[in-house]
């Protein structure tokens, strides 16, 4: 995905050298925490609420609500020397403000670049990498006048979400995949499917049928689970989102059991209590229909979300349906669907792979 509105912050005269780089620190925080600096004033204001809905926006497809990011807001003049060694930082401000915080932001900007932000209403936001700490975003948001930022927000804010997301699964395809992805199962798909997903070694194989594979990565309280399958490609009309929920549960009827010796409760999408979303994609340059849901076992035992995605792969004549689903009772899931997803955003087709 291309984001020609980002523009590298070197205009704004504030990199770090590369020798400073070398000495940073790494950067710290959990997953999916975002530091807005941002004066009083404005955050508690329009600006403020149109952040808000940014970056607190609900993750799509939970059983209950949970923002896409943990925002922690911090004044310019606070002692920020901990915060800004986090992973995501964001600076905002517009020159139309004169309260003491949006003069502290303000003063860390070149003359040069304050013209520009006064003259060119399109030019409102860069990031630089690495700026505290080592494996950090910063993004600055700014414009000369507040209505104009918000304006720029709301045309773009997905965006900036799209951005931050791809960054937190990059992050955790480096955590996920630095030992070797599990050899076995990646040998048997590239051997008999001549597919590729990256698999941490914690994911076991529970089953494997000749249009299925099932893996699973148990814990105490909590269980994630990865499933392919697979049948002819035929038409376009495959990818719809009815087709791909038919195919779903058709596959987690056969399949997909609360208790693989006892097959007497099995995996359905949840219809009745919540919406399946669906939206296009582009996973490794391949259209994908995206589906997004909640889960449950026929008799109501056990439940949550899953994530899934029906690819074509053209020159096997086959159209794949990967999905990933977890159950956590009592505990917060965002995370645990970033992992899931991270793994299946690794997913290529035959066309991708080197024989």
Known sequence: ????????????????????????????????????????????????????????????????????????????????????????????????????????????????????????????????????????????LFSATEQNLIQQLQKNGH?????????????????????????????????????????PPTYKLADKQRDFLWLRKIEPDTDKDIFITWKPYESEYQFLPDSIIAWRDATAKKYLFEDPKNPISYLVTEREDADVLSEQVSINKHFAMEVRGLWRTNNRTMGGPFLGYAIADEPQGLIYYIEGFAYAPGRDKREFIRELETILWSFKTSADIKQ
């Open 1 to 140: 995905m291309k984001y020609s509105i980002f523009i590298f912050i070197s205009i704004l005269g504030l990199l770090t050298s590369c020798n400073e780089k070398d000495n940073l620190p790494k950067a710290s925080g959990k997953p999916g925490e975002i530091v807005l600096i941002i004066d009083s004033i404005q955050w508690k204001g329009k600006l403020g609420s149109e952040l808000k809905k940014i970056f607190r926006a609900p993750v799509p497809g939970l059983p209950q609500d949970e923002p896409m990011f943990t925002v922690i807001w911090a004044h310019p003049e606070r002692n920020m020397r901990l915060l800004t060694q986090l992973k995501n930082i964001v600076y905002v401000f517009t020159l139309d403000q004169n309260t003491r915080g949006s003069r502290r932001l303000k003063g860390e900007i070149s003359p040069e670049t304050l013209k520009r932000i006064q003259q060119d209403t399109s030019f409102f936001l860069s990031t630089i990498k690495d700026e505290f700490a080592k494996g950090q975003e910063v993004m600055y």
């Open 159 to 199: 965006k900036i979400i799209d951005y931050f997301n791809n960054l937190e699964r990059e992050r955790l395809a480096k955590s996920l995949f630095n030992k070797q992805s599990s050899e076995g199962i990646a040998a048997t798909l590239r051997r008999e499917q001549k597919i590729e997903i990256s698999v």
